[in-house]
């Protein structure tokens, strides 16, 4: 039994050991490093969004970033329901677990065993391990991780089993994660947990500089301040943050910066809250007031429809630029008047791409045409969009031992195009267009 003496500082010792794991003092928490929060951002976005995740993964199996992984074995290691799955909060326990495992020997071909040292680190609750080895960057690394082996089915026709379908379970709340640089390979082990009963908010905080929709090197926010009633914490050089939750009732997050304050709703609910901020870029603000001043001054002149071209080029440009809630809440309101038309000559544009090259450029020319330039910009990314559709029509009347090597070549012209292409419209219609050209 410990004397009565010792006991304020037993208890002083606990406090302090609870803020470093969630941040209650306030203090500056020991989040994960940057290479680290990437690889929990891109492993969010494959369980949001099974496309765009599987896309990320098949760019460095295509690349030669994983050796020995083919092509054919890494749509067998991606093949999941497209169905959203949790995103996952990190969790101090499950990092330091990630991290202990990290120095053990590498298992070959098999799952890795996460139970033990997790529940050393004093995580109790269901875990699940997985682990990646590959030369180059990060993304090269959640590659490995989806497509490396862990074991083999038995039965008559054994068939490989990989680690990616066991890190999208939806049961998996939260996730730790550990990365060691280096020769002869870089490792990156993930430890999924199913969390304990009370509810946890957390997420990422960036700036999608390149407008590529994911956080990328560089991009990470960290020094800032995230508060949850009262309960706060600064962000790391991963810009992560998870905090717990008072009951189920619904509440709010802040997250301040020493320019901006922002507030996102935590709904009612017995699950947990992951809130990704995607931060304002100083460069789009700029952007944005220049367009916003324009705008209003042709409407204060000569009225809303003689406005249309700089209500319209507010709007565009709305669909790329990274504001603050205010500044996209004026948008949407001075916008509205343009909205309809606007969204209804892109529908037109994109119906254009089935036809052949001289009805597509009379229907886009017809249909842009009330907005003046506007839309300039945004039409050549258009003309460009109908080349590689002419494309993939050749391949599809192609003779069928042709159609690999020519897809191959169509599929890399996709790549490029959706990492210049920040559009929705158009990265959904790239998506598509990739999705038949994997099929020959």
């Not at 209650?24 to 989040?31: D, I, K, P, R």
């Not at 994109?350 to 001289?358: M, S």
């Not at 070549?409 to 490029?416: A, M, N, S, T, Y």
């Amino acid at each position: 039994m410990l004397p009565r003496i010792c006991f304020p500082l037993v208890l002083v010792a606990i406090l302090c050991h609870l803020c470093g794991l969630c941040g209650l003092c306030g203090g500056e928490a020991q989040g994960p490093t940057s290479n680290e929060a990437l690889a929990l951002a891109m492993i969010n976005l494959h369980r949001a969004d099974t496309w765009q995740g599987n896309f990320a993964v098949k760019q460095s199996v295509r690349a030669g970033a994983v050796p020995g992984v083919t092509s054919a074995s890494a749509r067998r290691a991606l093949s999941s329901p497209r169905s959203v799955k949790p995103g996952l909060i990190w969790n101090p326990q499950l990092a330091a677990t990630a991290k202990a495992l990290l120095s053990t020997p590498i298992p070959p071909e098999k799952p890795l065993e996460a139970t033990a040292a997790a529940a050393t680190a004093g995580y109790a609750g269901e875990v699940f391990g997985a682990i990646g080895m590959a030369p180059g960057d990060l993304e090269s690394n959640y590659a490995a991780l989806f497509v490396r082996r862990v074991g083999t089915t038995t039965g008559k026709d054994p068939k490989p089993v990989f680690a990616g379908p066991g890190l999208l379970a939806a049961r998996w709340r939260e996730i730790g994660i550990a990365v060691r640089l280096g020769k002869p390979a870089p490792v990156l082990v993930v430890v999924l947990g199913v969390g304990p009963p009370g509810r946890m908010a957390g997420g990422t905080a960036w700036q999608d500089v390149n407008r590529n929709g994911q956080p990328d090197a560089g991009e990470l926010l960290q020094g800032l301040t995230v508060t949850i009633a009262g309960a706060s914490m600064t962000t790391g050089p991963g810009g992560v943050w998870w905090l717990p939750l008072s009951g189920n009732e619904a509440t709010e997050v802040t997250l301040a910066t020493a320019e901006t304050k922002t507030k996102r709703a935590i709904p009612t609910g017995k699950g947990d809250s992951l809130i990704d901020w995607r931060a304002p870029i100083a460069a789009d603000i700029v952007a944005a007031d220049r367009a916003i001043a324009k705008a209003e001054l042709v409407v204060k002149a000569k009225g809303v429809d003689e406005a249309q071209a700089e209500l319209a080029a507010v709007a565009l440009g709305a669909r790329l630029w990274s504001l603050d809630d205010d500044r996209s809440a004026r948008i949407a309101t001075m916008t509205e008047p343009v909205a309809g038309r606007l969204q209804t000559a892109i529908d037109r544009c994109l119906e254009a791409l089935t036809e052949d090259r001289t009805e597509f450029k009379a229907k886009s020319t017809a249909a842009q045409k009330p907005f003046g330039t506007a839309l300039r910009d945004w039409a050549r990314e258009l003309d460009r969009l109908y080349d590689l559709r002419e494309q993939l029509g050749k391949i599809q009347s192609a003779a069928k031992e042709l159609r690999p090597q020519q897809a191959d070549v169509l599929i890399g012209q996709i790549d490029k195009a959706l990492k210049q292409s920040g559009d929705p419209a158009f990265v959904s219609q790239l998506r598509l267009w990739r999705d038949m050209a994997e099929t020959f």
